[in-house]
């Protein structure tokens, strides 16, 4: 069944889906146990990371012997801020757990205050203004757009991402995937010139690589809190075996499509990113043989978010750290590489830093971009679905019209295309879309760890269903799903 609308896609006004969105009045829902569960471990989280940091540095300051009057000051300011935050975590916690009502942002010079307080004021008029009762993309980014005014007025926490210690210990231990793509991209190399002139070779590692991007996204940590090493590791397998195993998890597969339009295209590919880590490390690898190993894409943007998001979604200062990473592989992963696998990583890391530097890969914003500055990048960091992107950043879309594909990483970003509500899973994705259908083209890569689902048929879902009753959240399931641009 069409979807009505508020409005005509296409016109000045703002498009809204017929279909309510998933929030947590149904206990049974993803998102019911997202505000039971999942925040309150990730707000004891931050918690826990605070007093551990202020612990340890107390502990150096006693140690300390210089008996410098200025490091005195300097570290019981810093612990003292600590606590406030601490103090701030710890309401929210109790508050959430009561459902009691959303406050609005405080203006702490960052981005999208207004936006958010003006969605607010909506919800507090429809009585939705509470946590267990507020949709659950709003309420989501709310949270971490809440989080941030904790740190923004501070001295000492200004620049904070409460979650890269998370990042960087889940990234550590993805060396086995890490070593065995990075010696994958340096067999290539012998192949390149054969590559270029058989077109059906190069679409057949296009399956492959795309298949790698999509199931990179599996690893999330603001849902799998419970991960550990070994768990992260049977996630990042990357053996042909493996990924041959896994098509049949992938309920849509529109990769052929999206492989006529990037050679059709122009030589500009973008990603809206997801995890920072290793799904951002194989984003780079699947822009790495776009722009190598193919004769159609020359340059690759990538869209960071600006705040601490999601826990694991990739800020500006995560591309220094993964690069960081790479050219220490002995000391900074958990496995060390053998000779070839150090000399592939090398050779991985060394032609990516020198495409950021010669500019076929860049960044849409600064690298420097501190903790929520105002950019280019801040509709990424807004709780709005982007049906009216249009409307809410026509600069940002105008800068993406021109792309041969535009890839969408990831679970929220895939909630953000199709709005969060509650289509019938046989919702055609360009339906879903809303008024952002046709101006770009779209390929969203996502695997399932949310209730929301289009382009499955009904007969599929029935039958997935009966297999495994969790496969909207489980990550098992994903979707490859496009949609072109008009006239394309």
Same mark, same amino acid.
């Given at each position: 069944?069409?979807?009505?609308?508020?409005?005509?896609?296409?016109?000045?006004?703002?498009?809204?889906?017929?279909?309510?969105?998933?929030?947590?009045?149904?206990?049974?829902?993803?998102?019911?146990?997202?505000?039971?569960?999942?925040?309150?471990?990730?707000?004891?989280?931050?918690?826990?990371?605070?007093?551990?940091?202020?612990?340890?540095?107390?502990?150096?300051?006693?140690?300390?012997?210089?008996?410098?009057?200025?490091?005195?000051?300097?570290?019981?300011?810093?612990?003292?801020?600590?606590?406030?935050?601490?103090?701030?975590?710890?309401?929210?916690?109790?508050?959430?757990?009561?459902?009691?009502?959303?406050?609005?942002?405080?203006?702490?010079?960052? *981005?999208?205050?207004?936006?958010?307080?003006?969605?607010?004021?909506?919800?507090?008029?429809?009585?939705?203004?509470?946590?267990?009762?507020?949709?659950? *993309?709003?309420?989501?980014?709310?949270?971490?757009?809440?989080?941030?005014?904790?740190?923004?007025?501070?001295?000492?926490?200004?620049?904070?991402?409460?979650?890269?210690?998370?990042?960087?210990?889940?990234?550590?231990?993805?060396?086995?995937?890490?070593? @065995?793509?990075?010696?994958?991209?340096?067999?290539?190399?012998?192949?390149?010139?054969?590559?270029?002139?058989?077109?059906?070779?190069?679409?057949?590692?296009?399956?492959?690589?795309? @298949?790698?991007?999509?199931?990179?996204?599996? +690893?999330?940590?603001?849902?799998?809190?419970?991960? +550990?090493?070994?768990?992260?590791?049977?996630? @990042? +397998?990357?053996?042909?075996?493996?990924?041959?195993?896994?098509?049949?998890?992938?309920?849509?597969?529109?990769?052929?499509?999206?492989?006529?339009?990037?050679? #059709?295209?122009?030589?500009?590919?973008?990603?809206?990113?997801?995890?920072?880590?290793?799904?951002?490390?194989?984003?780079?690898?699947?822009?790495?043989?776009?722009? +190598?190993?193919?004769?159609?894409?020359?340059?690759?943007?990538?869209?960071?978010?600006?705040?601490?998001?999601?826990?694991?979604?990739?800020?500006?200062?995560?591309?220094?750290?993964?690069?960081?990473?790479?050219? #220490?592989?002995?000391?900074?992963?958990?496995?060390?590489?053998?000779?070839?696998?150090?000399?592939?990583?090398?050779?991985?890391?060394?032609?990516?830093?020198?495409?950021?530097?010669?500019?076929?890969?860049?960044?849409?914003?600064?690298?420097?971009?501190?903790?929520?500055?105002?950019?280019?990048?801040?509709?990424?960091?807004?709780?709005?679905?982007?049906?009216?992107?249009?409307?809410?950043?026509?600069?940002?879309?105008? #800068?993406?019209?021109?792309?041969?594909?535009?890839?969408?990483?990831?679970?929220?970003?895939?909630?953000?295309?199709?709005?969060?509500?509650?289509?019938?899973?046989?919702?055609?994705?360009?339906?879903?879309?809303?008024? *952002?259908?046709?101006?770009?083209?779209?390929?969203?890569?996502?695997?399932?760890?949310?209730?929301?689902?289009?382009?499955?048929?009904?007969?599929?879902?029935?039958?997935?269903?009966?297999?495994?009753?969790?496969?909207?959240?489980?990550?098992?399931?994903? *979707?490859?799903?496009?949609?072109?641009?008009?006239?394309?």
């Amino acid at each position: 069944m069409a979807s009505e609308s508020t409005s005509t896609p296409g016109t000045g006004e703002r498009w809204k889906a017929h279909y309510p969105p998933y929030d947590p009045s149904d206990p049974k829902g993803f998102s019911y146990e997202t505000v039971v569960r999942r925040w309150p471990i990730i707000i004891t989280g931050v918690i826990d990371r605070i007093h551990r940091l202020n612990h340890e540095a107390t502990m150096a300051s006693r140690s300390d012997q210089s008996g410098s009057a200025t490091n005195d000051v300097e570290v019981n300011e810093r612990i003292e801020e600590g606590k406030g935050i601490i103090g701030k975590a710890s309401k929210l916690k109790y508050d959430m757990a009561r459902d009691r009502p959303m406050e609005k942002i405080e203006n702490d010079g960052g *981005l999208n205050v207004d936006i958010f307080n003006a969605e607010l004021d909506e919800l507090v008029k429809e009585g939705k203004g509470s946590w267990f009762k507020a949709p659950w *993309l709003f309420a989501e980014c709310y949270l971490y757009r809440l989080m941030r005014t904790w740190f923004a007025p501070t001295k000492h926490w200004n620049n904070f991402d409460p979650f890269f210690a998370q990042k960087e210990d889940s990234f550590r231990g993805s060396a086995a995937a890490v070593y @065995q793509l990075a010696s994958m991209m340096q067999e290539l190399e012998s192949e390149k010139e054969a590559l270029i002139k058989e077109p059906a070779r190069l679409e057949v590692l296009w399956d492959e690589m795309i @298949q790698m991007c999509l199931w990179g996204n599996a +690893t999330d940590l603001s849902l799998l809190t419970n991960l +550990t090493h070994e768990d992260i590791e049977k996630l @990042q +397998t990357v053996e042909k075996e493996t990924r041959d195993a896994r098509k049949e998890f992938i309920l849509c597969d529109d990769s052929d499509a999206a492989w006529e339009a990037l050679k #059709s295209g122009s030589d500009r590919v973008d990603f809206i990113l997801d995890n920072a880590g290793f799904e951002f490390f194989t984003d780079l690898v699947f822009a790495d043989f776009l722009v +190598t190993y193919t004769p159609y894409i020359s340059r690759v943007v990538f869209h960071p978010k600006t705040i601490p998001w999601f826990v694991s979604d990739v800020n500006p200062p995560d591309l220094d750290s993964l690069l960081r990473a790479l050219s #220490s592989p002995s000391s900074f992963f958990s496995t060390p590489p053998s000779p070839f696998q150090a000399s592939a990583v090398s050779a991985l890391v060394s032609r990516w830093k020198r495409y950021f530097e010669e500019g076929s890969f860049s960044f849409s914003v600064p690298r420097e971009t501190g903790y929520g500055e105002k950019s280019g990048a801040d509709f990424w960091t807004d709780p709005r679905a982007y049906w009216n992107l249009h409307l809410d950043d026509p600069e940002g879309l105008k #800068s993406l019209e021109g792309c041969a594909v535009v890839v969408f990483k990831g679970d929220l970003n895939f909630r953000k295309l199709t709005g969060d509500v509650k289509w019938p899973c046989s919702t055609p994705f360009a339906e879903a879309l809303g008024p *952002l259908r046709g101006r770009i083209p779209i390929l969203s890569l996502r695997t399932n760890k949310a209730d929301v689902i289009v382009n499955v048929s009904e007969d599929v879902a029935r039958d997935v269903e009966r297999k495994d009753e969790k496969w909207r959240v489980n990550g098992k399931y994903a *979707l490859i799903l496009f949609c072109a641009k008009d006239g394309v």
